[in-house]
């Protein structure tokens, strides 16, 4: 089976800077987008950013310019590089990767068990 796990979340000052880490493991055919999602009680879950296999990014409109996402395919990780950290970013971080397990299945998603980003004021 896959296994998503994050790293880096944690308290920091608004301004400050938190980097994210996400490693994938198990059996693992290939890995198509990966990316960071997030989510805040009682709100819905929402995209901050993906990557393609390929290096393509994209990003939430709030956090574009402040963010950047980053992989390393020999790792099977994922990173997150967030700067000029605002209150409203607070929240629980999910790791997601697109993986095949073997190459006559589609791919699916898998998600992390989630790492907490809290902005201080």
């Known amino acids: 089976q896959v296994q998503l796990v994050e790293s880096g979340g944690g308290l920091v000052q608004a301004g400050g800077s938190l980097r994210l880490s996400c490693a994938a493991s198990?059996?693992?055919?290939?890995?198509?987008?990966m990316g960071w999602y997030r989510q805040v009680p009682g709100k819905q879950r929402e995209l901050v950013a993906l990557?393609?296999?390929?290096?393509?990014?994209n990003y939430a409109d709030s956090v574009k310019g402040r963010f950047t996402i980053s992989r390393d395919n020999a790792k099977n990780s994922v990173y997150l590089q967030m700067d000029s950290l605002k209150h409203e970013d607070t929240a629980l971080y999910y790791c997601?990767?697109?993986?095949?397990?073997?190459?006559?299945?589609?791919?699916?998603?898998?998600w992390g068990q989630g790492t907490q980003v809290t902005v201080s004021s």
């Open positions: 997601y990767a697109d993986i095949k397990t073997n190459w006559t299945t589609r791919p699916r998603g898998y």
């Open positions: 990557i393609s296999s390929g290096g393509i990014r």
């Open positions: 198990g059996r693992i055919f290939s890995i198509n987008a």
